[in-house]
Structure formats: structure tokens, C-alpha cells
């Protein structure tokens, strides 16, 4: 390898000459020399005097780095930015140099591969990639062109791992990962013409279910709106997978009713998906089958009680009102505490009875709070703020 003389300024020949530089045969200077000399004159010099030694000593090592730089040309990035990051390792072998452990130019060198080989690993991937698999990926690509030589063919990742001593699947996954190091594009044209696609738009496909996403949603608020046996009955039929005569057995009725229950209740989600405004639940047995809302209020000590039972809808929010009305009246100054342990559904009508019947009690200055909500009310009312009134 051919040697590249250094060009001092005047400055730099006065500082190198009193450090007595020595000179190889060629004429280039003995780094390892100079270093020593450069150690012996800082111990003793001050401040000023050991940065312009530092910066002397720098200059002189410069074409040093910049050979060291050259090896790593043509691996994707710019010369420049690594004869920057070269020189970057030079300072920080001269800063860190100490003569008793040995060749300046042997730490200089490892120093500065070092920080050339940490910028390829840590800045110039595309994607993050863990260093082990980087670092085997470089192994593959060597290990590759070597085998490629030999057999006069491309290697199988079998005959690459046997080369490395590795397992095949860690080849692959270094190869694999090798495409992290410059991906490509979303936005690269595929094709010609003016029109050309986006790479990206040749990504992923048409997702069906999201047209029924609405749905979806409708139908589960409109499930919320039906019996609790008619919601149990859906639900083990078209979510449990259960035959009518298993779905009979186990609510013991006959399976010919379940699947009268079955059809009313599809009949009535149809009409309701179909309309604005869904439908009144309909129907003789729904009424003998649904317990009607009971809000029963009664004084212990101190206390009022009012014991709620059933579901809490628009159909029975009503009556639900008028009960908690009673019983904040029957309380006087009391507390009043409302149970829901007995109510399985509660909508967006029985939260405003809540709000309402707390908004009554708040101006009458009587305490209030609730009590016993099952795990599908207490949610509810997480939502929509008031579980703060529950009792612990």
C-alpha cells in the first residue's frame, strides 16, 4: 500500500521538531515514535501547550485514519461520512492513548475499525436489527461469496452453516434480516408510465368484514334490548354452536319453543336493523317470561333501602323513577342507598333515572349512593361516572 507524506505548517514542524519526530526509510513518520514523544511532552507541559500538542499530533495522523477509512469504501455509504467517523476513532485513541500499554498504531488501528464498524451497525440499517444478527449477517454474506467461489454455485444455507458453525436457522434469519439494511420504498413506482402503482399499494388486500363493522355494532346494542333468555338462547346457538334440542335441554323446555323463541327473536332483530327506531319487544310470553321492574323502599335504622329488581329499560325507567322519587322522600334527611343486586341490564334510560334521582337527593342535602351492581351494571356505570357513588 502506497504511503501518503505529510504536509506540516510551519506551526507543526517547530512542536514536531521538539519532540524529536523520527523518520522512517521511506519518509513518513513513525507514529509509534511520535506518540511516545507526544506522552512525554504532555505530562510535563501545561494547559495551553498540551492542546496544541493534541491538535499537532491529530493533524499528523490524519492520512493514518483516512487510509483506514478507505477500506470500507463501496459498502453503501458515502466516503466522506466515513472518513468522518475515522478520524472521530483517532481522537479517541489519542485521547486514551497510554504508552505503557503498548503500540499507538496497533490501539490506534483497533480503535478506529471499531468505531467504523459500530457506525455500519448502529446508523446505516433501514430497520432495527438486534447486533448478534447483524453481525452474523456480515458473517453469511462473506461466508457466502466464499463458498460461491469454491462450488461454483450458490451455497445452501445447510453448507453455510456448517462453513460458520452455526445452526441453519440462524442463517436463515440472518438472511432474512439482511433485507432490513435498505428496504424498500412504499412509495417506489412499480411499472411505467405516467400512471404507475406505489409499491405499497400492491400490500395487504380487501378486507370484507370491515363493511360489517356497522353492523356489528348494531346488532350488539340491539341484543342488549331483548330478554335475558332470548339474549342466552342467541348467543348459545350462534356463539356457543349448540343444536336447539342441546339449547332445550339445558333451559328445560321443549325444543319446538326454543325455536319459536329463536325465530321471534331474529324476526324482531331484522325489523330493528331495518328501522330508525327499533321496534317494541311484542308478545304475550315475553311479558309472563320478563319480571316486571319492582323497586321496593323500606327504613332500617337510619338508612332507607331501595331494593331494585328486573331490567332497567325505557319501558320500565318510568317506573324505576317514580320508586326512587318515594324513597328519597321517604327519607327525609336520611341516607338513601339503592341496591341493584337485582338488576341484570341497565341502558341509557336507567342511567338517567340514576342521575336524576341523585340530582334530587344532592339538592334535598340527603346523602346517596348505590350499592350491589352486578359486573355488566357496575361497567355501565364505570362509563358514564357514576361508579364513584358505589359503596366499597
Known amino acids: 500500500m502506497s504511503e501518503t507524506r505529510i504536509d506540516q505548517s510551519p506551526a507543526d514542524q517547530g512542536i514536531l521538531g521538539r519532540m524529536a519526530t523520527p523518520v522512517t ?70 485521547d486514551r492513548y497510554d504508552p505503557e500499554r503498548g503500540s499507538f498504531t496497533a490501539y490506534a488501528v483497533i480503535t478506529i475499525s471499531g468505531e467504523i464498524k459500530r457506525h455500519f451497525r448502529d446508523k446505516t440499517w433501514g430497520v432495527h436489527v438486534p447486533r448478534r444478527v447483524q453481525d452474523l449477517s456480515l458473517e453469511v454474506g462473506h461466508a457466502t461469496m466464499a463458498l460461491t467461489t469454491a462450488l461454483s454455485r450458490t451455497p445452501t444455507a445447510a453448507e453455510i452453516a456448517a462453513r460458520l458453525n452455526v445452526p441453519v436457522a440462524a442463517v436463515l434469519e440472518a438472511q432474512e434480516s439482511s433485507a432490513g439494511y435498505s428496504p424498500s420504498s412504499l412509495n417506489a413506482p412499480v411499472g411505467g408510465g405516467d400512471g404507475a402503482a406505489e409499491f405499497g399499494d400492491l400490500l395487504g388486500d380487501f378486507d370484507g368484514d370491515l363493511e360489517l363493522v356497522d353492523d356489528k355494532v348494531t346488532v350488539a346494542d340491539l341484543l342488549m334490548r331483548l330478554p335475558a333468555r332470548e339474549r342466552r338462547m342467541l348467543a348459545m ?58 323497586v321496593e323502599a323500606v327504613r332500617e335504622g337510619s338508612l332507607v333501602i331501595a331494593r331494585v329488581r328486573g331490567e332497567v329499560d325505557r319501558d ?64 355501565i356505570l364505570s362509563v358514564t361516572g357514576l361508579a364513584r357513588l358505589l359503596e366499597g
Open 237 to 294: 346457538r350462534f356463539y356457543g354452536n349448540r343444536t336447539q334440542a342441546e339449547i332445550a335441554a339445558e333451559l328445560g323446555i321443549s325444543q319446538m319453543h326454543v325455536s319459536r323463541l329463536l325465530s321471534r327473536a331474529l324476526a324482531w332483530l331484522r325489523e330493528a336493523m331495518l328501522s330508525d327506531t327499533p321496534p317494541r319487544w311484542e308478545g304475550a310470553e315475553s311479558r309472563s317470561e320478563r319480571h316486571p321492574l319492582q
Open 25 to 94: 526509510d521511506d519518509g513518513l513518520e513513525d507514529l509509534d515514535a511520535v506518540a511516545l514523544a507526544y506522552a512525554e511532552r504532555t505530562a510535563m507541559a501545561g494547559p495551553a501547550e498540551r492542546a496544541a500538542l493534541r491538535d499537532t499530533l491529530t493533524r499528523l495522523c490524519l492520512p493514518f485514519a483516512g487510509r483506514l477509512a478507505r477500506r470500507y469504501r463501496g459498502r453503501g455509504e458515502t466516503f466522506e461520512d466515513i472518513e468522518q467517523v475515522a478520524r472521530l476513532g483517532l481522537v479517541k485513541a489519542i
Open 316 to 379: 320500565t325507567a318510568e317506573r324505576m323513577r317514580l320508586g326512587l322519587r318515594h324513597a328519597i322522600a321517604l327519607a327525609g334527611r336520611d341516607r338513601v342507598v339503592i341496591d341493584l343486586s337485582g338488576v341484570p341490564l341497565l341502558d341509557a334510560a336507567g342511567i338517567a333515572v340514576l342521575v336524576d334521582a341523585a340530582s334530587a337527593a344532592a339538592v334535598a342535602e340527603i346523602p346517596f349512593s348505590l350499592t350491589g351492581a352486578q359486573p355488566y351494571v357496575a361497567s
